[in-house]
């Protein structure tokens, strides 16, 4: 395997990164862990002129403040966000989806700007993200913008991002009260698999009724991209966080997912998957905040 | 364009000359003839280039030698000293964790960032710690041992070094 000639550049600082992309634009390519880039130059997929490599930059924190929530530096790795204190006691559902990541090699190397930018539909990072609530704040020469995570991702390795933009961090806000998110990849093996069908979900219940408060429902790999489950969330508030309630849910994610059939799987067993993931993540979920 | 960049490979600095493309796994093995880092398959699912940079796992086959400038890159060739194996590989030997070894030397840097950071893992912690590499072989019971075997040492001499 060799990879096609281009020009490489370390920018020092942002600003420098931003006036390398207006220059460049569609003739760069980012680069931060490499896992997906070099293999797709590799493959030809991309002959960028230009490869940007992110690891001089101070892009890499996560940092967490009460009301303000928490920020991941686009360059922060996924083994940084695994082994987070503050994103395992406040964001447990991005703990569970990083774990599940490739191998101990790429989630050493990946970064949390690469699984969102780069857009698979079995990416593990965008169904928790987007259950939180997740924004992207993209940064350009022209200034700085933020998109909801679930706007952001506009297709298969689609996304809103123009030329000149580079994906700076990722902003989750707070978790809500009486909150707790859960996310479940599910795979043929255990180790290095590519999901058939994934589920994460966030849901609130109102301390003083007891009811389902809120809840954010998405599934990964049953559509182009991270999709929500909007009328199953719409069935769960309101009521009671039963096993009633909850095996409804389950039922009308299974029908709103829109899975194809692959060589991983038929799009009717990931539509099975699909129910019992969102079953066990919310029991799971109900159950961590009721303890 | 071709340029001169300096690796620190094992705690030897080198100069060499290398284009933007070039990737680690190739540098090393072609260019500085350190052919201890295998290369398999070439997309980073096997695991067998694993080396250390800056004490983490890093796939060579999927890093651009030019990023490394700077960075302390750790091989097979660097964990012998002195002529004597690392404890690390002398577990593998005695434990009979070698097949046809194509495997042998990412497992033994896998093995090396887990015991760095655990050094009385679990059999769930090391079968994690290895699961990015694989033994076509299938030899892993052997080579969990290994590990275990290794941490093993690594403590009693951890242990020797505080008494004395």
């Known amino acids: 395997m060799s990879l096609p000639p281009f020009e490489y550049l370390a920018p020092g600082s942002t600003a420098e990164l931003a006036g390398l992309l207006a220059a460049h634009r569609e003739r760069c390519r980012i680069l931060a862990g490499g896992t997906d880039l070099v293999n797709w130059m590799a493959e030809k997929i991309y002959r960028p002129d230009y490869v940007i490599d992110l690891r001089k930059l101070p892009l890499a924190a996560i940092t967490y403040e009460k009301g303000r929530g928490l920020t991941i530096g686009a360059a922060a790795t996924i083994e940084s966000l695994e082994r987070s204190p503050v994103i395992r006691e406040f964001y447990y559902a991005l703990v569970q989806a990083a774990g599940q990541i490739g191998s101990p090699q790429i989630r050493a190397m990946a970064t949390i700007g690469g699984n969102c930018c780069n857009a698979s539909p079995c990416a593990d990072m965008p169904p928790p993200l987007i259950t939180l609530e997740a924004r992207v704040a993209l940064t350009s020469a022209r200034g700085s913008r933020e998109v909801p995570l679930e706007e952001f991702i506009t297709g298969n390795r689609q996304t809103a991002i123009a030329p000149d933009e580079f994906l700076e961090c990722v902003r989750v806000p707070d978790p809500w009260p009486h909150s707790a998110c859960r996310y479940s990849p599910f795979g043929l093996r255990a180790a290095q698999e590519i999901d058939i069908a994934s589920v994460a979900v966030n849901v609130a219940l109102d301390p003083a009724t007891g009811l389902f408060a809120k809840a954010r429902i998405a599934m990964g790999a049953v559509a182009p991209f991270a999709m929500r489950a909007l009328k199953a969330e719409a069935s769960l508030v309101g009521n009671a966080p039963s096993g009633e309630t909850i095996d409804q849910a389950a039922l009308v994610c299974s029908r709103e997912c829109r899975p194809i059939d692959d060589l991983r799987a038929s799009a009717s067993y990931r539509r099975h998957i699909v129910g019992v993931l969102a079953r066990r993540m919310l029991r799971d979920a109900v159950a961590a905040i009721t303890s | ?164």
Do not use: W
């Open chain 2, 1 to 164: 364009m071709k340029r001169v960049i300096e690796l620190t490979i094992n705690g030897s600095a080198y100069d060499v000359v290398i284009s933007p493309q070039d990737l680690l796994i190739d540098v090393l093995r072609q260019k500085l003839d350190l052919t201890g880092t295998k290369k398999g398959c070439g997309q980073g699912d096997c695991g067998t280039c694993t080396v250390l940079i800056d004490g983490r796992r890093a796939l060579a086959c999927l890093t651009l030698a030019i990023a490394c400038e700077g960075r302390q890159i750790l091989t097979i060739e660097g964990m012998e000293k002195h002529g004597v194996l690392h404890p690390i590989q002398q577990a593998f030997i005695d434990k009979g964790a070698i097949q046809c070894g194509y495997c042998t030397p990412g497992m033994v840097l896998s093995a090396k960032a887990l015991l760095d950071e655990h050094p009385a893992p679990t059999e769930h912690e090391i079968k994690l710690g290895i699961s990015g590499n694989l033994c076509r072989c299938t030899g892993y019971v052997k080579i969990v041992e290994a590990v275990r075997d290794a941490a093993a040492r690594l403590q009693a001499a951890a242990d020797c070094g505080k008494g004395a």
